[in-house]
């Protein structure tokens, strides 16, 4: 002990010195994020470019062969990957624009005070966003079977017969819209309702002072005012369909005759069922690119004017 | 900084897919080939799974020393994991795999080295055993014995008595498909039900059943595409006039057949053998009122015969244990009271010939309407066309499930929807 308070600082301050080496204020964060940012890199980064040479490779078990750009020609002149593509956008095109309006009137619903029970209903809608899809699906698939399903015996009350929800080429593709739509609604209400609760209510006073009715509140003050919304919404659904799996796998895997088979069902398809995980690979760069080119233009058409 | 911090991740991205190689190799206790010691694990699926684990304990009468861990997914899922496992050069996997024969060309296709050739080991002298076209699916390319075959499924039409019956048709009287549909329309119109399940869109069972009574697949000997034959023509025919004549239950998935069977949707299901032991086990109130006519024949050509389905067992090349793997299979595959044990209990037909004589088969079931039923499948073994088939299977039987519903479903011609699978077919076996 004595000989510590005989000690004059110099030693002290050449241990500060050593360990500054190593953990500077300025370093610091980086140590923090390290395990994060190493987990992303084995699981994120190291799959995401191991995939990319993939893509170029032939595997036949464990050997691999380059093949150069092989798998993309092919890929071009694949029907099935053309029909899949088609599929997938039908789904877009229709499945997104219902779901954000939807989602959009809802959360208008839910956000006037004259609702009772608004929270209760909030949960409700909410729901099926944090249900276990698999789970769900193969509810939607007993409830919509053709001639067992719930669905069918209630229209069957109204004189509506055998509508074949999941064996025609038409029907599955309502069927995947109709689940997709219940299980992503609730979703984008709860992100439209906290956009509609930052609007400043002065808005609307001044507006209704000008002698503006409600209509023309919410398409002259809501709607442009959720407008960084919109484009969030917009843009998560997008990729969300792009990437769209889970539904027509188990709901109709992607039959009848490849009417709901996805992008991405088909990647699976041909790295797991037909063991070539090259050519899958290729697909889902593919998917990537499109997938980057059409948010890039959504982000362009939306968000231009706001800069 | 950034740069120094930025090599160690690459550093560590680098070694770390390099250790996982090298698992760390504990020592098992293991015997030789003539006194096989440890353990080993076993992946089945279903009631074979159930089959594996109830044998245990009569192998392990003669091998005491062995314990067997019977481990039971989904075949979905099995195969799976069967193939990341290979394709990580046997990380995970099992000692002894279940797989259905129509797989078996695939995965020697993709993994050569992946499983022994069991008869290196000595398996040989079974051969003749073996009923010879369940042998010849378990053979790869080169000859060699990749699996030990285990159950098959020769088919049948299991049909309603009292449908037919009522609607006074003759079952022995259905030679011909033909004659199949003009039965299915009377037995129609008398209960009203349909005459049999297809999975439309997902499962071309039927079509596969009447090809093999021809002699083909959806490959020839010398491996070119038969989809444009007139057998195939003949085949998708007869499914469409089927449909047409709206004889056909669109059943979804396993779970729609045997709903159709149990709540008697339709009065006739052709499939194979082992099919008696889910509708014994699912519909027990129908006693007596199931029975089976062999497939009818096309009237230009081939046998009433086919076969649906069938399994056999593999053993990876990566097990630890090789002796009591070998040891396991040799024995489950060959040994009487095993199969026995999966026939009676679950329906599991076996391909080991000289358990046809037992009085299990030979005796008439109460349940069939008093027939000798597993004795006249016993009897249709040897008479099934050979068939080839490879390692583009499963994408040919996804084709043809594809243009089955562009017929029936799309209206698109026979021929021209032939035309077209045998294109895409064509263009994928390319590569």
Same mark, same amino acid.
Not at chain 1, 49 to 57: A, G, M
Not at chain 2, 5 to 10: A, E, F, K, R, S
Not at chain 2, 19 to 30: A, L, R, V, Y
Not at chain 2, 301 to 325: D, E, F, H, M
């Given at each position: 002990?004595?000989?510590?308070?005989?000690?004059?600082?110099?030693?002290?301050?050449?241990?500060?010195?050593?360990?500054?080496?190593?953990?500077?204020? &300025?370093?610091?964060?980086?140590?923090?994020?390290?395990?994060?940012? $190493?987990?992303?890199?084995?699981?994120?980064?190291?799959?995401?470019?191991?995939?990319?040479?993939?893509?170029?490779?032939?595997?036949?078990?464990?050997?691999?062969?380059?093949?150069?750009?092989?798998?993309?020609?092919?890929?071009?002149?694949?029907?099935?990957?053309?029909?899949?593509?088609?599929?997938?956008?039908?789904?877009?095109?229709?499945?997104?624009?219902?779901?954000?309006?939807?989602?959009?009137?809802?959360?208008?619903?839910?956000?006037?005070?004259?609702?009772?029970?608004?929270?209760?209903?909030?949960?409700?809608?909410?729901?099926?966003?944090?249900?276990?899809?698999?789970?769900?699906?193969?509810?939607?698939?007993?409830?919509?079977?053709?001639?067992?399903?719930?669905?069918?015996?209630?229209?069957?009350?109204?004189?509506?017969?055998?509508? &074949?929800?999941?064996?025609?080429?038409?029907?599955?593709?309502?069927?995947?819209?109709?689940?997709?739509?219940?299980?992503?609604?609730?979703?984008?209400?709860?992100?439209?309702?906290?956009?509609?609760?930052?609007?400043?209510?002065?808005?609307?006073?001044?507006?209704?002072?000008?002698?503006?009715?409600?209509?023309?509140?919410?398409?002259?003050?809501?709607?442009?005012?959720?407008?960084?919304?919109?484009?969030?919404?917009?843009?998560?659904?997008?990729?969300?369909?792009?990437?769209?799996?889970?539904?027509?796998?188990?709901?109709?895997?992607?039959?009848?005759?490849?009417?709901?088979?996805?992008?991405?069902?088909?990647?699976?398809?041909?790295?797991?069922?037909?063991?070539?995980?090259?050519?899958?690979?290729?697909?889902?760069?593919?998917?990537?690119?499109?997938?980057? +080119?059409?948010?890039?233009?959504?982000?362009?058409?939306?968000?231009?004017?706001?800069? | 900084?950034?740069?120094?911090?930025?090599?160690?991740?690459?550093?560590?991205?680098?070694?770390?897919?390099?250790?996982?190689?090298?698992?760390?190799?504990?020592?098992?206790?293991?015997?030789?080939?003539?006194?096989?010691?440890?353990?080993?694990?076993?992946?089945?699926?279903?009631?074979?799974?159930?089959?594996?684990?109830?044998?245990?304990?009569?192998?392990?009468?003669?091998?005491?020393?062995?314990?067997?861990?019977?481990?039971?997914?989904?075949?979905?899922?099995?195969?799976?994991?069967?193939?990341?496992?290979?394709?990580?050069?046997?990380?995970?996997?099992?000692?002894?795999?279940?797989?259905?024969?129509?797989?078996?060309?695939?995965?020697?296709?993709?993994?050569?080295?992946?499983?022994?050739?069991?008869?290196?080991?000595?398996?040989?002298?079974?051969?003749?055993?073996?009923?010879?076209?369940?042998?010849?699916?378990?053979?790869?390319?080169?000859?060699?014995? +990749?699996?030990?075959?285990?159950?098959?499924?020769?088919?049948?039409?299991?049909?309603?008595?009292?449908?037919?019956?009522?609607?006074?048709?003759?079952?022995?009287?259905?030679?011909?498909?033909?004659?199949?549909?003009?039965?299915?329309?009377?037995? &129609?119109?008398?209960?009203?039900?349909?005459?049999?399940?297809?999975?439309?869109?997902?499962?071309?069972?039927?079509?596969?059943?009447?090809?093999?009574?021809?002699?083909?697949?959806?490959?020839?000997?010398?491996?070119?595409?038969?989809?444009?034959?007139?057998?195939?023509?003949?085949?998708?025919?007869?499914?469409?006039?089927?449909?047409?004549?709206?004889?056909?239950?669109?059943?979804?998935?396993?779970?729609?057949?045997?709903?159709?069977?149990?709540?008697?949707?339709?009065?006739?299901?052709?499939?194979?053998?082992?099919?008696?032991?889910?509708?014994?086990?699912?519909?027990?109130?129908?006693?007596?009122?199931?029975?089976?006519?062999?497939?009818?024949?096309?009237?230009?050509?081939?046998?009433?015969?086919?076969?649906?389905?069938?399994?056999?067992?593999?053993?990876?090349?990566?097990?630890?244990?090789?002796?009591?793997?070998?040891?396991?299979?040799?024995?489950?595959?060959?040994?009487?009271?095993?199969?026995?044990?999966?026939?009676?209990?679950?329906?599991?037909?076996?391909?080991?010939?000289?358990?046809?004589?037992?009085?299990?088969?030979?005796?008439?079931?109460?349940?069939?309407?008093?027939?000798?039923?597993?004795?006249?499948?016993?009897?249709?073994?040897?008479?099934?066309?050979? $068939?080839?088939?490879?390692?583009?299977?499963?994408?040919?039987?996804?084709?043809?499930?594809?243009?089955?519903?562009?017929?029936?479903?799309?209206?698109?011609?026979?021929?021209?929807?032939?035309?077209?699978?045998?294109?895409?077919?064509?263009?994928?076996?390319?590569?």
């Amino acid at each position: 002990m004595g000989k510590v308070e005989i000690k004059t600082n110099a030693p002290i301050n050449y241990q500060l010195k050593t360990r500054k080496k190593w953990l500077t204020p &300025k370093r610091a964060p980086y140590v923090f994020i390290a395990p994060a940012i $190493i987990l992303m890199l084995i699981f994120t980064v190291y799959p995401v470019l191991s995939s990319f040479i993939l893509s170029f490779q032939e595997v036949r078990g464990i050997e691999k062969t380059f093949v150069g750009f092989s798998n993309y020609t092919r890929l071009f002149q694949d029907p099935v990957f053309y029909k899949s593509l088609l599929n997938t956008f039908q789904l877009l095109i229709i499945q997104v624009p219902i779901m954000v309006s939807l989602a959009l009137l809802i959360a208008v619903g839910l956000h006037s005070s004259m609702v009772k029970g608004r929270t209760l209903f909030r949960i409700a809608f909410f729901m099926p966003a944090i249900t276990a899809l698999i789970a769900a699906s193969i509810v939607f698939m007993i409830l919509l079977d053709e001639h067992f399903g719930l669905v069918n015996y209630f229209l069957s009350l109204f004189g509506i017969e055998g509508i &074949k929800w999941l064996t025609s080429p038409f029907w599955a593709k309502a069927s995947v819209i109709l689940v997709m739509t219940w299980r992503w609604t609730g979703y984008n209400m709860v992100i439209f309702l906290a956009g509609l609760q930052n609007i400043p209510s002065d808005l609307y006073e001044a507006a209704s002072i000008d002698g503006a009715g409600k209509v023309k509140q919410f398409f002259w003050i809501t709607i442009p005012q959720l407008k960084p919304v919109f484009i969030f919404t917009v843009v998560m659904s997008t990729i969300g369909t792009l990437q769209l799996f889970d539904e027509p796998f188990i709901l109709t895997a992607g039959g009848p005759n490849n009417a709901t088979t996805t992008i991405t069902l088909y990647l699976y398809e041909t790295g797991f069922k037909y063991f070539e995980f090259g050519y899958a690979s290729a697909i889902a760069y593919v998917l990537v690119l499109i997938t980057a +080119i059409i948010s890039w233009i959504q982000m362009k058409l939306v968000g231009d004017d706001d800069k | 900084m950034k740069k120094y911090l930025y090599g160690v991740l690459i550093l560590v991205l680098l070694i770390l897919p390099a250790c996982s190689n090298k698992s760390s190799g504990d020592e098992i206790k293991t015997g030789d080939a003539k006194n096989p010691a440890g353990t080993i694990t076993v992946w089945g699926w279903d009631v074979a799974a159930a089959t594996l684990k109830e044998s245990v304990e009569i192998f392990q009468k003669k091998y005491p020393d062995v314990e067997v861990k019977v481990e039971d997914f989904g075949s979905g899922d099995l195969y799976e994991k069967l193939t990341v496992g290979l394709a990580a050069r046997g990380s995970g996997l099992p000692d002894v795999v279940l797989m259905e024969d129509e797989r078996i060309p695939g995965y020697t296709h993709q993994f050569p080295q992946g499983f022994l050739p069991l008869n290196k080991l000595g398996y040989d002298k079974y051969k003749d055993s073996f009923n010879p076209a369940k042998v010849a699916a378990v053979q790869d390319k080169d000859g060699n014995m +990749i699996a030990a075959p285990w159950d098959i499924g020769p088919a049948g039409v299991f049909y309603r008595v009292d449908y037919f019956e009522k609607a006074n048709v003759d079952p022995d009287a259905i030679q011909t498909w033909d004659d199949y549909i003009e039965a299915g329309k009377k037995i &129609k119109e008398a209960t009203g039900a349909q005459l049999l399940p297809i999975d439309i869109s997902n499962y071309d069972g039927v079509f596969q059943m009447m090809m093999q009574q021809q002699g083909l697949s959806y490959f020839d000997e010398d491996n070119k595409i038969t989809l444009q034959s007139p057998e195939a023509t003949r085949a998708m025919s007869v499914i469409k006039e089927l449909y047409d004549a709206d004889l056909v239950f669109n059943n979804s998935g396993w779970d729609g057949i045997v709903t159709a069977t149990v709540n008697g949707t339709v009065a006739t299901i052709p499939y194979g053998v082992w099919y008696t032991g889910t509708i014994m086990d699912q519909a027990p109130d129908l006693k007596g009122n199931w029975d089976m006519f062999y497939l009818p024949k096309f009237k230009e050509s081939g046998t009433r015969y086919a076969n649906v389905g069938g399994s056999s067992l593999l053993i990876p090349s990566t097990t630890k244990n090789q002796s009591a793997a070998y040891a396991f299979v040799e024995f489950f595959t060959t040994d009487q009271e095993s199969q026995m044990l999966g026939f009676e209990k679950y329906g599991l037909f076996p391909s080991l010939k000289d358990t046809y004589v037992l009085p299990e088969f030979t005796a008439n079931s109460e349940y069939f309407n008093g027939s000798p039923i597993f004795k006249r499948f016993a009897e249709i073994v040897e008479e099934v066309p050979k $068939i080839h088939l490879n390692e583009n299977y499963a994408k040919a039987s996804e084709i043809t499930s594809n243009t089955q519903s562009s017929v029936l479903l799309e209206d698109k011609p026979v021929e021209d929807a032939l035309k077209d699978a045998q294109k895409q077919l064509e263009n994928e076996m390319k590569r």
